[in-house]
């Protein structure tokens, strides 16, 4: 079992930057690959990006590649999501997910899900 929370969230102006935390319980963390999802009001959960176990791969949504930085402390059981030149249209819940491999991911096949942290960009 693996418990996942994210912190971070909060207001910010277009063009502005947040990072975003997701701190997970157990030992076995550096078996899972982890990712950020997110999800706009009424919109489908999307896939923003994926880093394998050992932080040395990483994959990008087209959306968000150039801007946004995952990376992850396995020492501290943390996966960060840097997210910069953010735009009003990143606006949206922001979920950490364990799973598998990237590309697992890639494809919403999740082993755990955070419980959410809200991202809003102002114009």
């Known amino acids: 079992q693996v418990l996942l929370v994210e912190s971070g969230g909060g207001l910010v102006q277009a063009g502005g930057s947040l990072r975003l935390s997701c701190a997970a319980s157990?030992?076995?963390?550096?078996?899972?690959?982890m990712g950020w999802f997110r999800q706009a009001s009424g919109q489908e959960r999307e896939f923003v990006a994926a880093?394998?176990?050992?932080?040395?791969?990483?994959f990008y949504a087209d959306s968000v590649k150039g801007r946004f930085t995952i990376s992850r402390d396995n020492a501290k059981n943390t996966v960060y999501l840097q997210m910069n030149s953010l735009k009003p249209e990143d606006t949206a819940v922001y979920y950490c997910?364990?799973?598998?491999?990237?590309?697992?991911?890639?494809?919403?096949?999740?082993?755990?899900w955070g419980q959410g942290t809200q991202v809003t960009v102002s114009s």
């Open positions: 157990g030992r076995t963390f550096r078996n899972y690959a």
């Open positions: 880093i394998d176990g050992s932080g040395g791969s990483t």
């Open positions: 997910a364990a799973g598998a491999s990237m590309w697992a991911l890639a494809r919403r096949r999740t082993d755990y």
